[in-house]
C-alpha cells in the first residue's frame, strides 16, 4: 500500500475557541502511518544484531514491476493459473488449426508458458501473435505473460496499440515547457523495451500515419530479435487490409501466430454468471 500525502490545505487549521477570540490549543500531529507491521516500513528486521530483508519488500518490488510494465490493476490478476479453458468448447471445430477450441486454446496456453521460459533462460526466440474474436481471452493472456515476467524481474511493457498512438498525437500539441514525454521518447520507450507486449492491434481507422508508426516499432523488433507479443481480433491476411503487407510480413517473421476461438464472448458469460448469485 502506498503512504498518500495529504495537501496542508485539505489539513484542518487552528480555529478560535467557543468564539471568545482565543485561539485553540494545536492538536497533537499524527503519528505517520505504518504500513508494514513488522518492519515498521524499514525494509528491514532486525533479530540478533542481525538485519533481515522485510517480506513486504518483495511486495513493493512486485508493484514497482507492475507500473514499468503499464499494467492496469485488473490486468496484474491475471495468471496463468486462472485461465479458463472451460470456456472453450471441445466439440466446436477450428478450421484454422484443425482442432477444436479447446484444443487450439490449449495450444495456445502452452505456446504462451514456454515463451516465459524461454525469455527466463535469455534464449533468442520468436514471438507470439495470438488473435481471435473479441472476448476470446487474448488480453488475459498477454497479461499473465506480462506478470509471469514480471514475477521473474523480466522487464516487460504491456500498450494497448490505440492508446499508445492517442499518446503520441498528444505530443504534437505539447508545449516546450511540459514534462510530459515526446514522440521520441514514447516510441523509443516501446522499441528498446525488452519484452514489448501490443494488445490490441486490431480493426481500427489507420491514416499513413499511424500505420508508419507501427511498421517502424515492428520492423525494429525484428531487426534486433526482440521478443514481442502482439495480440489482434484480426488473422494476418485480414490485418494486411489496414497495415499493408510490408507490415504483417515482418509480423509474420516476428512471431508464430495462435489462434484462440470462442464460441462467445467470455466477458458476456462471467457477466451473466455473476447476476446469477
Not at 143 to 164: G, M, R
Not at 220 to 227: F, H, V
Not at 256 to 277: A, G, N, T, W
Request: proline fraction near 5%; charge should be neutral; glycine fraction near 4%.
Amino acid at each position: 500500500m502506498e503512504r498518500i500525502q495529504i495537501p496542508p490545505i485539505f489539513l484542518k487549521q487552528p480555529t478560535l475557541e467557543g468564539g471568545q477570540g482565543r485561539e485553540a490549543t494545536s492538536p497533537e500531529p499524527e503519528a505517520p502511518t505504518i504500513n508494514c507491521p513488522y518492519c515498521q516500513d524499514r525494509g528491514v528486521i532486525l533479530r540478533e544484531g542481525r538485519a533481515y530483508r522485510c517480506k513486504c519488500m518483495e511486495a513493493r518490488a512486485w508493484q514497482n514491476r507492475l507500473r514499468s510494465a503499464h499494467l492496469a490493476p485488473q490486468l496484474s490478476r491475471h495468471t496463468f493459473a486462472n485461465f479458463d479453458l472451460r470456456f472453450y468448447s471441445r466439440q466446436a471445430y477450428d478450421e484454422l488449426t484443425g482442432t477444436s477450441y479447446y484444443e487450439s486454446a490449449r495450444r495456445c496456453l502452452e505456446a504462451c508458458k514456454n515463451f516465459v521460459a524461454q525469455c527466463a533462460q535469455q534464449q533468442p526466440t520468436k514471438g507470439l501473435f495470438i488473435f481471435g474474436p473479441v472476448g476470446s481471452g487474448k488480453t488475459f493472456l498477454a497479461a499473465a505473460i506480462a506478470n509471469a515476467l514480471a514475477s521473474l524481474n523480466i522487464n516487460v511493457l504491456f500498450v494497448v496499440v490505440p492508446d499508445l498512438l492517442d499518446q503520441i498525437r498528444a505530443t504534437y500539441d505539447r508545449r516546450p515547457e511540459e514534462e510530459s514525454p515526446t514522440e521520441l521518447e514514447l516510441l523509443t520507450t516501446a522499441r528498446d523495451a525488452k519484452v514489448l507486449i501490443l494488445d490490441d492491434l486490431g480493426a481500427h481507422n489507420y491514416t499513413e500515419w499511424t500505420r508508419n508508426k507501427i511498421y517502424s516499432l515492428i520492423n525494429y523488433r525484428l531487426i534486433y530479435e526482440l521478443p514481442t507479443v502482439v495480440t489482434s481480433n484480426l488473422d494476418l491476411k485480414q490485418l494486411e487490409e489496414y497495415l499493408g503487407e510490408r507490415t504483417t510480413s515482418r509480423l509474420l517473421q516476428l512471431c508464430r501466430s495462435y489462434h484462440l476461438p470462442v464460441e462467445q464472448d467470455i466477458r458476456l458469460i462471467l457477466s451473466r454468471e455473476e447476476r446469477r448469485y
